[in-house]
């Protein structure tokens, strides 16, 4: 997969970046085409545009889930609403000077550029995944030492921060140590993502748990203002992509496998692809159930 994919053409807007998942655009100088191509470095506002797309295993699967770009919008909107007081990449499109095409109006952000931070801030809560299987063999979570006696799914008795560095497109994600962050960005900044990280789970716990919901772990990306320096939080925001949500009443019953995002997916790609060559194409009842899971999610939280 290359850095940029085919995103869909947008008048105004010069694509910069094709992800898995995601297209970021600039827009096009009033002048035209000029000696000077628009770019991520110089523009200063930047479209995010939710595709439909679904990725699993690092793979782009087909056929997408629709609806699945709109929805993750609302919900990354929704989410920064509800943590105004956290400085976010947002910018008011009834008062900038450029303005969301109207092809993409549901799925799009219109966000300021950030100098973003190479790291991913994770924050768990509980106890599952990839954390579970290095819980069984070493007692620990991404070199965080835990309780003994824990078990799949338990909450944990705080929320563990356990960054990440941030691979190049199509490599994996590397958890790293609160020391490699360190020597990535320095004391001040990686204390203060450390810290603003877990103070948002908190706070989204809280909102969430008062719907019925358990937000299991999430992770957060975060950049320097370019005007201001001020740390702002960017990208997704709390999506079903970036976390891992649970129905509060089922994980009460023992069910604690039911999430509200892609797992489905995820369960049905390991059991019928061997991980080598193109996956095959997601079944029809997989792709409904999957997009339903996003919706119930944000009713459950907005409603």
């Known amino acids: 997969m290359t850095d940029l994919g085919t995103p869909l053409p947008l008048d105004g807007w010069a694509p910069v970046y094709s992800g898995k998942v995601r297209d970021l655009y600039v827009p096009i100088p009033s002048g035209g085409a000029g000696d000077e191509l628009p770019s991520l470095a ?10 439909d797309r679904v ?57 300021k550029p950030l100098d973003m931070f190479p790291i991913e801030c994770v924050v768990r809560g509980y106890l599952v995944g990839s954390g579970w299987i290095e ?7 991404c070199g965080v030492e835990l309780p003994e006696g824990l078990a799949s799914g338990d909450r944990l008795p705080e929320p563990i921060y356990t960054p990440a560095f941030k691979a190049a497109l199509g490599d994996h ?20 993502l450390r810290d603003l990280s877990l103070d948002v789970f908190r706070r989204a716990s809280a909102v969430a748990e008062a719907r019925g919901v358990i937000l299991a772990d999430t992770k957060f990306e975060f950049g320097a203002d370019r005007e201001t320096g001020e740390i702002t939080l960017g990208d997704e ?4 992509d970036s976390s891992r949500y649970w129905d509060a009443d089922v994980y009460a019953s ?3 496998t039911a999430s509200f995002d892609k797992q489905i997916v995820r369960n049905w790609l390991s059991t019928n692809w061997s991980g080598s060559g193109e996956p095959p194409a997601l079944p029809g009842d997989v792709v409904t ?11 459950r939280l907005t409603a």
Do not use: C
């Open 42 to 51: 110089t523009a200063d506002h930047v479209l995010v545009v939710a595709s």
């Open 55 to 111: 990725s699993a295993f690092d793979q782009v699967l087909e056929p997408g889930i629709p609806g699945k770009g709109a929805l993750l919008t609302q919900l990354s909107l929704w989410w920064f609403a509800q943590l105004e007081t956290v400085p976010n990449h947002l910018v008011d499109p009834t008062t900038a000077p450029v303005s969301l095409p109207a092809s993409v109006r549901d799925r799009a952000m219109l966000v």
């Open 135 to 141: 819980y069984q063999a070493h007692g620990t979570v």
């Open 173 to 192: 994600d590397e958890n790293i140590s609160f020391e490699q962050t360190v020597e990535l960005v320095g004391a001040e900044t990686a204390a203060a």
């Open 237 to 240: 925001v709390l999506t079903s």
């Open 254 to 256: 023992g069910n604690r």
């Open 289 to 299: 159930q999957t997009a339903a899971r996003y919706r119930e999610l944000i009713e």
